[in-house]
């Protein structure tokens, strides 16, 4: 059973069961009524406009649906696999393109505003429909003619479309929930690599001395926060360079260097992770014993990168760098579990190639150990020639690994090889389900001109890539879409590769073999029977970096 829902912005809203008999009907507490169909034994897939105008205030209400079609997020998916990128995906644009009207633009999306911001009732309506236009009816439609375009497609566009909705449920969730942080731990922590907080506008004591530092080390004066003005320092001393960028800055052999990347270093965690971080994206409580403890709730934004892989609005939840992990703390009685899906992307090479050479490396593991018998025993090689092989690197070391693996792994290479081909002559590659790479803008203009061969080959490295993180990407999502049914209100973070859960100490066992069920569950549903395994590095934890609770 399908049920159609829309929230009234007060609380209520509107109800209709797809079956082609039911009437819709009018309820004053939205909250309720999903809570009483999700008692029910079979649990119907509820279809909005978009999972952050509804989910996130049923969360807040201690409902979490099991199953969602979010109109949106398959309408960006359909639309891509048609190679119209980037047209509007609300339910106004959704229902204006289905009769034939002028579509309108998708409404700005909010940047994240961190813990300061005020949680509404339900979310402002997104859906930019005509005035007058009954907001359940053109739902309702959408859905259907949805629903005829996945039909028409090949069967995995479908699944994405469902995995790519039980993201939206997650993101909302995990953002609702919160990564557990001590704003304590993480103030002593920045204390100790920049000094005391300094009055807004000023440097930290450290980075202060190290601008100093670097004054004296050049002989003048230097803003190390200008990238123009460090040109200009490195052309004074004699080592002229058309970059800041830090592997510029290490082939020089000067005193300045290292101070300029330090204070690159620091400067980039007071400014990503410092103190203002802190106050903006940590909410901050006090514990029954006194403690200080707190939430970090990002804001993430399913499928944001064209891959598959998720984007964050704010808080930078996708790059915590690792000077600041030791502030995620679990509550007192509680662990966090990490998994981490290490050498992902190799092995959804070998499955989605169906290269069984490759494969039979995959059911190892380590991958990397096992294809070193190619290398004189060499795994660092034998990983170099095969991130090559995704990543397009062809120059260097890598061009004899490449020849090497194709000669043992050729279909392998072929599936990537091809795909680069795909996208050097201007066309579009799919991912194991069917999400569509993007058409390449101006691809005329671009390749006719004399760096065109270059912008052929950045483009073909980029379909290579993409063929293998899409997949990895879906993997992921399978995961994870599987661990928040088996493991409700456990899951605090995702990036990329790695889940986080965060459970009571009684639970970790549990919690644990939820984990490889998912594990096993995600490579199911996506390859079948195969060879490849897909090892799932798992810890118990009392802290992100790793401190072992006591037994």
Not at 437 to 449: D, K, Q, V
Request: hydrophobic share 40%; charged share 25%.
């Amino acid at each position: 059973m399908r049920i159609a829902v829309v929230a009234d912005g007060e609380g209520g809203g509107w109800l209709r069961p797809l079956d082609g008999e039911s009437p819709a009907r009018r309820v004053d507490d939205l909250a309720a009524a999903v809570r009483a169909g999700e008692a029910e034994a079979d649990r119907p897939r509820w279809v909005w406009a978009d999972t952050r105008d509804v989910h996130p205030e049923l969360v807040r209400a201690g409902v979490r649906v099991e199953r969602c079609h979010d109109a949106a997020l398959v309408e960006a998916l359909l639309l891509g696999y048609a190679g119209r990128h980037g047209e509007p995906r609300s339910l106004g644009a959704a229902w204006a393109r289905a009769h034939g009207r002028p579509v309108p633009e998708d409404p700005l999306e909010p940047a994240g505003e961190g813990v300061a911001a005020q949680p509404a009732l339900f979310e402002a309506d997104r859906s930019t429909l005509p005035p007058g236009t009954d907001r359940l009816d053109a739902l309702v439609e959408v859905h259907a003619e949805q629903s005829r375009r996945l039909a028409e497609l090949p069967g995995g566009i479908s699944l994405l479309a469902a995995v790519e909705s039980a993201g939206a449920l997650a993101a909302v969730e995990m953002s609702h929930d919160g990564l557990p942080w001590r704003p304590d731990l993480h103030d002593r922590i920045l204390t100790g690599l920049l000094g005391p907080r300094p009055p807004a506008g000023r440097r930290p004591p450290v980075l202060a001395d190290l601008a100093t530092r670097i004054g004296e080390a050049v002989g003048r004066e230097v803003n190390p926060d200008s990238p123009a003005q460090v040109l200009k320092a490195m052309a004074w001393i004699g080592h002229p360079v058309d970059s800041t960028r830090a592997w510029v800055l290490e082939r020089i052999d000067h005193p300045v260097i290292p101070l300029l990347l330090r204070y690159k270093e620091l400067s980039r965690l007071h400014s990503a992770n410092g103190w203002a971080w802190l106050e903006t994206w940590v909410d901050e409580r006090r514990d029954t014993d006194g403690r200080r403890s707190g939430r970090f709730r990002p804001d993430y934004v399913v499928g944001g990168v064209v891959s598959g892989r998720w984007a964050t609005r704010g808080g930078g939840a996708l790059q915590i760098p690792k000077a600041v992990r030791g502030a995620v703390r679990a509550d007192p009685g509680w662990v966090l579990i990490r998994a981490d899906a290490g050498q992902l992307e190799p092995r959804i090479l070998a499955a989605v190639s169906g290269d069984t050479a490759l494969a039979e490396a995959a059911a190892e593991d380590d991958l990397y150990a096992r294809l070193a018998v190619h290398t004189a025993g060499d795994r660092e090689r034998a990983k170099i020639g095969l991130l090559a092989a995704m990543y397009g690197q062809t120059g260097g070391d890598a061009a004899p690994l490449l020849a090497l693996l194709r000669r043992h792994y050729p279909r392998a290479l072929e599936y990537v090889d091809a795909a680069a081909r795909t996208g050097e002559e201007g066309g579009r590659v799919r991912s194991w389900l069917g999400r569509t790479s993007p058409s390449p803008l101006g691809w005329e203009r671009r390749t006719s001109g004399p760096d065109g061969d270059r912008h052929r080959r950045a483009h073909g490295r980029f379909t290579r890539n993409f063929v293998v993180q899409s997949g990895a990407a879906e993997w992921a999502l399978v995961l994870l879409a599987s661990l928040r049914l088996l493991m409700p209100g456990a899951v605090v973070f995702f990036v990329h590769d790695e889940v986080v859960l965060h459970v009571p100490r009684e639970r970790a066992e549990e919690a644990v073999h939820a984990i490889d069920v998912a594990r096993e569950r995600a490579s199911t549903v996506l390859f079948g029977d195969t060879p490849v395994r897909f090892p799932l590095a798992v810890s118990v934890t009392e802290g992100y970096e790793g401190t072992t609770p006591p037994p």
